[in-house]
């Protein structure tokens, strides 16, 4: 079984302030780790994504995350947050099992940028 | 380009009721995955529908089933309604499912069951 394990619920942040949002996972088999946000009312929308290759992995809106297959981690960061990036962070992972890769969905991380 | 679009976005059954949720993939995409997203929690995958079959499955009972028709869109349906499937349902479109290809979601249906 894989799982997923961000461990803060909710970072408060001061506008132009970096941000980490952590991400642990679980998994038996190799895995595709990805980052999603969601804005309020809305779907989610992928930010990120690691397949293979580069462990540091650039996505939309200055995020970046890092996959960490020793600590089975793979973390998002951003240098300079604005306001506009408050909303909900989702760290998810698909891991092959018998064939199917069935994603899993942390619980997410509210990320709040004060002014 | 339309994204993915579902219908309705909001919804209010009782218990015991049934109900049908839709969902029409980004243009060109044939993998339709519905998910439910309950309060404060991350989205719980339900299944997965590719060339009109059901392909994977979550730990849902039976009472979820779907239908993908030919035009690639797709239906959830749930019956015998419990409170407990109070949530927003999430539908998520890709181009084939290897594991790895981005998901395109919709806004999503909010469910109330009173």
């Known amino acids: 079984a894989q799982s997923v394990t961000q461990l803060d619920s909710q970072v408060p942040v001061f506008e132009e302030a970096p941000v980490e949002l952590r991400c642990n996972y679980s998994?038996?088999?190799?895995?595709?780790l990805f980052w999603y946000v969601q804005y309020p009312n809305q779907g989610l929308q992928l930010l990120l994504k690691y397949l293979s290759g580069s462990t540091l992995v650039k996505g939309i809106n200055g995020f970046e995350a890092e996959f960490n297959k020793s600590q089975t981690s793979f973390h998002l960061r951003k240098p300079s947050v604005h306001i506009s990036d408050t909303a909900e962070y989702f760290c998810?992972?698909?891991?092959?099992?018998?064939?199917?890769?069935?994603?899993?969905f942390g619980r997410g991380t509210s990320l709040i940028v004060h002014p | 380009d339309a994204g993915v679009t579902q219908s309705p976005t909001h919804l209010i059954k009782t218990r015991g009721q049934q109900v049908t949720l839709r969902c029409s993939p980004k243009?060109?995409?044939?993998?339709v995955s519905w998910y439910q997203q309950a309060l404060g929690q991350g989205p719980q995958f339900i299944f997965q529908y590719y060339e009109e079959e059901e392909r994977q499955r979550g730990n849902f009972p039976d009472r979820f089933s779907g239908h993908q028709f030919p035009n690639y869109s797709s239906e959830l349906n749930v019956n015998a309604l419990l409170l407990g499937d109070s949530a927003l349902y999430l539908c998520?479109?890709?181009?084939?499912?290897?594991?790895?290809?981005?998901?395109?979601f919709g806004p999503g249906t909010r469910l109330l069951v009173l």
């Open positions: 998994s038996s088999v190799s895995v595709y």
């Open positions: 998520a479109s890709s181009l084939s499912w290897t594991g790895g290809e981005t998901q395109y």
């Open positions: 243009s060109g995409h044939d993998t």
């Open positions: 998810a992972v698909s891991g092959s099992l018998r064939g199917s890769y069935i994603p899993t």
